[in-house]
């Protein structure tokens, strides 16, 4: 926890293609936090669309934020395109470098990875790309939320509430978090045990599974150069 | 469930001073119905802001909608300035009046009520104005979503994501919902067991009530007066 007196400066990337929800859940516990300021950056002041077309827009640029106390990195199948961009990933490592805590939902685990920041590190990613954490040498862990050190990782999109709920106990303590909870009236009640790879009946996992199969490929190939790229271990 | 070759016009009302979640909610799962387009509409093209900042742009104007398939009203503050508002509240009956389904999160419900949709219907909102529905001639319900003939109501801000997935259900069946929720990895581990009235601790819900009780009080001037305008039975 810490000092309440002390104001914390909470900032998301925003990008082209993510999955709205891993920021917007996320945003809507952290700009509860008391004490604090939550701003979202991005390469450019323009409008970004996510994955299924909602349009957003950041606060300031990449190059504008403040050294964050808290760095947020959602995910969504445009983080592919920013592994191997060097703003994004230099800005990722000096954030970073800095941040009292590092707080990533979904393939933002894989942005992590990118700016080498994995190694030895528990993590967890979206069940579809959990494999390739490995390559940027962490271990890799099935659970929604994991957290190791200052580093908070929320498993696939909607994780992204439950780890930010976590992440504001460690910034506020248990009551602020209850409170912002209570606020949010977060008493889930999903229609179906079918949130999971584990749990979903199974037909409708191995759509699922196909259906990511292309992009887990292109991640895969990715993450393969990056880690060779970084020297760091690759299993296999 | 209609027909799954009927495509389907999705459209959510977007408002300065809405709760972003009570939109980004709903749309992460509406978002994903096959056979479907997702649009949202705005007063204006010029982005908006959600009540804690979160500026979002609209796709097009009320004025440019078609006649939706399902309509989306997200609540939040900003929904007390649209009660009295007759560009919207007459967009919102004549949409109503044509589409298969109307979905209301939090006091989007208020704007139901407003628009002269309540009366004699089951519904449910936000807790702190629960209450307000019988101005409008509707049986409040104190439950996370409400359904009655084709309406969907759910309560406070996160059960946007419940009843969105109600709707689906109500859309395309039980699969292609499950699936949406898999997609989402929506398998909800709330740290606490802190959001609702009952659940949370009694000190937070205290807290939480006396936050919202200068709103309440604005938000029941407006319903008592659009109420009196309506000629609506006002039980007490």
Redesign the interface.
């Known amino acids: 926890m810490i000092p309440e007196d002390t104001h914390l400066l909470i900032g998301s990337l925003m990008f082209e293609g993510m999955?709205?929800?891993d920021l917007?859940?996320p945003?809507?516990v952290l700009?509860?936090v008391p004490n604090s300021t939550?701003r979202?950056y991005a390469k450019t002041n323009s409008?970004v669309r996510d994955l299924?077309?909602?349009?957003?827009?950041?606060?300031a640029t990449l190059a504008e934020a403040p050294p964050l106390d808290v760095l947020h990195l959602p995910g969504g199948p445009g983080q592919e395109a920013l592994m191997e961009d060097p703003e994004v990933i230099t800005w990722i490592q000096r954030q970073a470098a800095g941040a009292r805590r590092i707080f990533s939902v979904?393939t933002g685990a894989l942005l992590c990875g990118a700016a080498g920041l994995l190694k030895g590190r528990r993590a967890t990613t979206?069940?579809s790309s959990l494999h390739l954490l490995a390559f940027f040498g962490a271990i890799p862990v099935n659970e929604?939320?994991v957290m190791d050190a200052n580093y908070v990782f929320a498993?696939?999109?909607?994780?992204g509430?439950?780890g930010a709920?976590?992440l504001a106990?460690e910034l506020r303590g248990?009551?602020v978090?209850?409170?912002i909870?209570?606020?949010?009236?977060?008493?889930?009640?999903?229609?179906?045990?079918?949130?999971?790879?584990e749990?979903?009946?199974p037909a409708?996992?191995e759509?699922?599974r196909q259906s990511y199969r292309e992009i887990t490929a292109r991640r895969e190939e990715t993450a393969r150069r990056i880690a060779a790229r970084l020297g760091i271990f690759v299993a296999q």
Do not use: K
């Open positions: 999955d709205q929800i917007t859940g945003f809507e700009s509860r939550y979202i409008p299924n077309g909602l349009r957003l827009i950041a606060d979904c979206h069940w929604r939320v498993a696939g999109v909607t994780a509430i439950d709920l976590r106990v248990d009551e978090a209850q409170a909870q209570l606020d949010m009236v977060y008493a889930p009640e999903p229609p179906f045990n079918s949130g999971t790879p749990r979903a009946p409708i996992f759509c699922a």
